[in-house]
């Protein structure tokens, strides 16, 4: 969600969505207020870089029955937000983060201030190069990625209508990322790994027909042909008991496979703490005759 295609952020500034909010200059986190300055924070977040009236911004304040000051109050809450902001802005200046014209307010943030942007980026390099067959440096980009998450997206305004869209949609991202990252764990053969941690994902998505292939897939290339069909069975059982619908062609491809035997082998690695692929002795390739 990049909202200006020019950096007009002030050098040090970033800002995070990623769980509770948070500004910091650098190294140092700034106090933004109380809920009321946050929730507007988030909420120009959310658009993007374009402008946000004052009503709208008292709606999201008071949503049922606004003070007659709300006008006043919410602009006030601007003014604390422009101070964390922009914290050197001489009096009377015009804001260059915090900006104001006849629609009302924006945020002029560069592509590299958010939490969100940076995390879009570095998942979509890392899904580009798991497509290009660069599984390890796939594998780096997706940590990186999904280390900046710190909880749930907008964590600070969770009650808000305003974010519901948005805080879905990052999820629905970090979701296919984490499931992109194992796929990268699978084809670097860190296998033992990928089998515990698909199966962990399994458990919160168990809808997830990619997934399901994926362990079926480490699981056979750990040796276990048995339990990678008991995978490919469960998965089939789930999709037609809780959704209706038959498996797609992948995990069918992957069934006839399994079976004969014609998945190619990788050698074995092992992931270190900072969940790098490392060398290790690889396992023999199973024998099985090729189509």
Known sequence: MTMSSESDSRPGLTLGVLGPTVVRHGDRAVT?????????LCRLVVASGRFVSIEVLVDCLWPHDPPPSARVTAQGYLSVLRRALEPDRAPR????????????????LGPRTLDADRFGTAAAHGRDLLAAGEARSALARF????ALWRGRAYADCTDHEFV??????????????????LAALVEVGAHDTAVAQLRAFLSDHPLRERAWTLLARALYRTGRQGDALMVLYEARNRLLDEVGVEPGPELAELHRDILDQTLTPLPAV???????????????PRAGRRR
């Open 32 to 40: 933004v207020g109380g809920p009321a300055p946050r929730t507007v």
């Open 93 to 108: 200046q015009p804001g260059r983060i915090l900006v104001r014209d006849g629609a009302g307010y924006a945020l002029r």
């Open 143 to 146: 940590d990186a990625a999904l």
């Open 270 to 284: 092992k992931i270190n703490r900072r969940g790098a692929a490392g060398s290790a002795q690889p396992t023999p």
């Open 164 to 181: 519901v869209a948005e805080s879905h949609r990052l999820q629905e991202l970090r979701t296919g990322a984490i499931e992109n990252r």
